[in-house]
């Protein structure tokens, strides 16, 4: 090849990769961007008292607890009413299920389930659950719709845990007479439960953080939910009204970091159980 | 012919392959994969209480064959059989037969050593814990009997907690061994379960299939034919005359017979090296 | 369990079979086997189709949920199109909702124009970030970049538009005039929030590519840059094309991050910098004091969203599926 042209290809080399090298910065720099951003400006809002107190006043002033309260609930809660059904859905797909009109029918809807936009499903919600069951405002309205929103997550996670489980450990154990039950709940979930928890903490983060769903059937009202019938106001839900009226803007800012933090946990957390499990997987 | 061929082989040392009747017959099997027939007509017979090898070239369905007999090819869709295998004069394909029960009765041993993920007491309780056996000193007495059985008692008598994938590839094999023992299956179905360990292990697996065979019969898949001659006392040749084909079964004699006078030619360059 | 001695039909070994020796094999000890082959017993045969079909039940959980979405802001949806036409209803240029102008054309292009500038940013950047991540990252950076990625795809919708309204729009206004809500804006915040869908997918689909066909390329004298460029990515062409248009459907269907910082004004904006509404948005903003035939309206849209979102997974499936085919 002449010279020439092995310079071109080499130059054009150079500034192609640099030029994906930008990609990859520019993607970090956002992600450091907004981090840096939400953590230097709320940090000092974090305080025991902003934490644990209520909103005062017709300004927030005071604390956020009540919202923190109510994302907690409606989470856990939502994380309790999807993830058997999820789970046990996955069993189906991934150890019974063979393929046809069924299956594709099924995965057809996860994957609509999945991509629903997030106010589509909080209309939903209010459509059933506030309005139609008349369950009013409240926890348990939010979590079920949530728990349509979370179950293809977790689906899908869940069974790509169980067909990581290599296919002679399962020989192994049905060459020892073991039927099909006794081989899926003793081998094969056993050994795909950290990577399924892993799924499972991730979705929660999502559930946390999300907004237009909770507005349309938990409501806006400030309020530290008790039974699963109470209504609440979540803390994405505050952070937006407080950026939206514009009053309290060091309060969003607390909001936004403590909303955050807590994501990075489910997410530090899941990457952690995932981790500590490949290292002992060996 | 045969003075040339005995010298190439260790004459099978463990004393005379006594027939003490089929514990499988098997009967013009043919089996397919979908529409491919990958076993044709295979007639043979397994005795009781002695080893049984299955050489031949990689690939030829020794393996497919071997979990026929266990109906392990059950759980790979899109299989079927023809023809009759029988245990003990009952047919294993029968209508509404247990293949869960079955595969209790005849263990398998695969190639690649797969202890689950548990520890080394867990793995070998598996099995009675799945029939009903609850008492933990009656399972801690199968368990050390069957590490026993295995040959690897010693290795692990102080490591029991530990996990079963911590084990050297031999060791592991030799675990599944107890594994399965622990089942007290009748029958023992090894698919080349030497090929992956090392040699002390080797040494140690042929050693405890030469114990084994009073209780158990024994069938094993290898490529190894000096292994086959040690330690069978029937031998079974499969062969695949080109890719793509269906395997036949070429000729089943006492392993004595077929290493030093083979009836089929193909038998002969087969066991000479001349190919495979 | 009985015993039996599984070798009733032992007999003497034949005696053209016998060597010298003329012991009698020695009798096999009794082992805990052999009733014969057992028969599944009913409870068993019972008690597995009952797994089976409980395991089945919470599968089509999924299927009865994207009915009962169908169902329930259909019903409350519905009304809209009988009272409007449903040409009047999706072409009609005008939304005007207290003056009985129910048309969400306007919305429509809206929405689309967000995408496709969303799009236009987010999709090389994510496509970029995956080959880096593929093909050009070290293992030690890639855990640092990776990891980014992910904890960006984490990151709430509310909490990008908390960030576009309180650090952007303040610099588009000053850079660019106006109030800094518009286009422009909402695609940068957008871009960025679509980067680890596309990236996630993308990086997938390069994985997926066998090892061997880049030595090959490789080994022909090829640069890194001419085998990501020509043989790679159309490799994982058809993996690219789903998670962009995944990543078109995250686009279209986000709300809250774009209602921060957008405008809302129900115009088609005439400039990049002009607040406008979309299919989204506007249920937001008109939800809390729309009734009647506004509020039916509002579930219409959301229908709307729904079938769009629908079509979209459909479009992947169909498109993964003419691509095996081909391959």
Not at chain 2, 10 to 23: I, R, T, Y
Not at chain 3, 10 to 32: G, I, N, Q, V, W
Not at chain 3, 238 to 243: H, K, L, R
Request: aromatic residues 8%; contains cysteine; proline residues 6%.
């Amino acid at each position: 090849m002449r010279t020439r042209e092995r310079m071109n290809k080499r130059v054009t080399n150079g500034i192609a990769l640099g030029v994906i090298w930008l990609a990859a910065i520019a993607t970090v720099g956002a992600l450091g961007t907004i981090l840096l951003y939400v953590i230097v400006n709320g940090i000092g809002q974090i305080t025991p008292a902003f934490i644990f107190t209520w909103p005062q006043g017709v300004n927030m002033e005071g604390g956020v607890w009540p919202t923190i309260q109510a994302t907690v609930y409606v989470t856990v809660l939502a994380m309790v009413i999807t993830t058997p059904i999820a789970v046990l859905a996955a069993v189906y797909l991934a150890e019974y299920a063979v393929q046809g009109r069924l299956v594709s029918t099924i995965r057809f809807a996860a994957d609509s389930l999945a991509s629903v936009p997030s106010i589509v499903m909080g209309l939903f919600g209010l459509a059933l659950f506030v309005e139609g069951i008349g369950m009013g405002f409240s926890v348990l309205a939010a979590a079920l719709a949530l728990s349509f929103l979370l179950l293809p997550i977790i689906v899908r996670t869940t069974e790509e845990s169980i067909r990581a489980v290599p296919k002679y450990i399962r020989w192994g154990s049905y060459g020892l007479g073991a039927s099909k039950w006794q081989t899926v709940s003793r081998i094969v979930l056993p050994s795909a439960m950290p990577r399924i928890i892993t799924g499972v903490i991730l979705a929660a983060g999502r559930a946390a953080g999300e907004t237009a769903v909770v507005i349309y059937t938990m409501g806006t009202m400030i309020n530290a939910p008790f039974s699963p019938f109470d209504p609440g106001r979540t803390m994405p839900v505050h952070l937006m009204l407080m950026a939206q009226e514009g009053i309290n803007m060091p309060a969003a800012y607390g909001e936004a970091l403590l909303l955050v933090l807590m994501v990075l946990g489910f997410n530090l957390t899941a990457r952690y159980i995932g981790r500590r499990n490949r290292r002992m997987q060996g | 012919m045969s003075d040339r061929l005995a010298s190439r082989f260790v004459a099978p040392g463990q004393g005379p392959a006594f027939d003490h009747g089929d514990k499988f017959k098997v009967e013009k099997l043919n089996f397919f994969y979908g529409d491919f027939n990958a076993l044709t007509d295979i007639t043979v017979s397994v005795k009781r209480h002695a080893v049984t090898a299955f050489i031949g070239p990689s690939g030829c369905g020794k393996s497919t064959f071997l979990r026929c007999l266990n109906r392990m090819n059950d759980l790979i869709p899109g299989t079927r059989i023809e023809g009759r295998i029988t245990l003990d004069d009952e047919d294993v394909y029968g209508p509404g037969v247990d293949p869960v029960d079955l595969r209790r009765r005849v263990g398998m041993i695969f190639q690649q050593p797969n202890p689950f993920p548990m520890s080394i007491y867990d793995n070998v309780a598996y099995g009675p814990k799945l029939h009903g056996v609850r008492k933990k000193s009656e399972l801690d007495d199968i368990v050390e009997e069957s590490l026993k059985r295995a040959n690897v008692w010693k290795e692990v008598k102080d490591i029991m907690g530990r996990g079963g994938l911590t084990l050297s590839g031999g060791q592991q094999q030799r675990l599944c061994i107890a594994r399965v023992l622990a089942v007290e299956p009748e029958v023992l179905l090894m698919d080349e379960p030497c090929s992956a360990i090392d040699p002390t292990s080797v040494q140690k697996v042929e050693d405890l299939m030469a114990e084994l065979k009073d209780r158990i019969t024994i069938v094993i898949v290898t490529h190894n034919m000096q292994q086959a001659a040690r330690v069978s006392d029937f031998t079974a040749f499969f062969l695949q005359e080109q890719a793509g084909e269906p395997a036949h079964l070429i000729e089943y004699d006492r392993t004595a017979t077929l290493f030093t006078t083979p009836k089929d030619r193909r038998t002969e360059d087969y066991i000479t090296g001349r190919f495979g | 369990m009985d015993t039996t001695r599984d070798g009733t039909r032992m007999k003497d070994p034949a005696p053209e079979m016998c060597s010298d020796e003329s012991a009698l094999a020695p009798e096999p000890p009794r082992t805990r086997a052999g009733r014969g082959l057992v028969k599944v017993s009913r409870a068993t045969y019972l008690k597995e189709a009952a797994l089976r079909n409980l395991f089945l039940l919470c599968a089509c959980v999924a299927v009865a949920g994207v009915g009962l979405i169908f169902l329930f802001v259909g019903l409350k949806g519905w009304p809209i199109f009988g009272k409007v036409g449903i040409w009047q209803f999706l072409a009609g240029p005008k939304w005007y909702p207290t003056a009985g102008y129910f048309g969400i054309l306007i919305l429509i292009v809206n929405s689309l124009l967000a995408m496709i500038g969303a799009l236009a940013l987010g999709g090389p950047l994510a496509v970029g970030t995956a080959v880096f991540l593929s093909e050009v990252a070290s293992p030690r950076v890639r855990e640092i970049v990776r990891p980014a990625v992910e904890l960006l795809a984490g990151i709430p919708s509310v909490v990008y538009g908390f960030f576009g309204l309180v650090l952007l729009r303040p610099i588009v206004a000053d850079l660019f005039g106006g109030l800094g809500f518009g286009l422009f804006t909402v695609w940068l915040i957008l871009a960025v929030m679509i980067v680890p869908t596309i990236a996630a997918l993308t990086e997938d689909a390069l994985r997926s590519v066998p090892e061997g066909i880049r030595e090959a390329s490789y080994a022909m004298g090829a640069t890194k840059w001419q085998t990501i460029w020509r043989v790679l990515l159309p490799a994982a062409k058809i993996g690219i094309i789903d998670a962009i248009i995944l990543g078109m459907g995250r686009a279209i269907g986000e709300t809250m991050a774009v209602v921060m910082i957008a405008g809302n004004a129900p115009v088609i904006p005439d400039g990049f910098f002009k607040p406008f509404l979309t299919l989204t948005t506007v249920i937001v903003m008109n939800m809390p004091y729309a009734s009647g035939d506004h509020r039916t309206a509002l579930f219409g849209v959301a229908i709307v969203l729904f079938i769009v979102s629908m079509l979209f997974v459909a479009a992947i499936r169909l498109i993964s599926r003419l691509g095996k085919e081909m391959s």
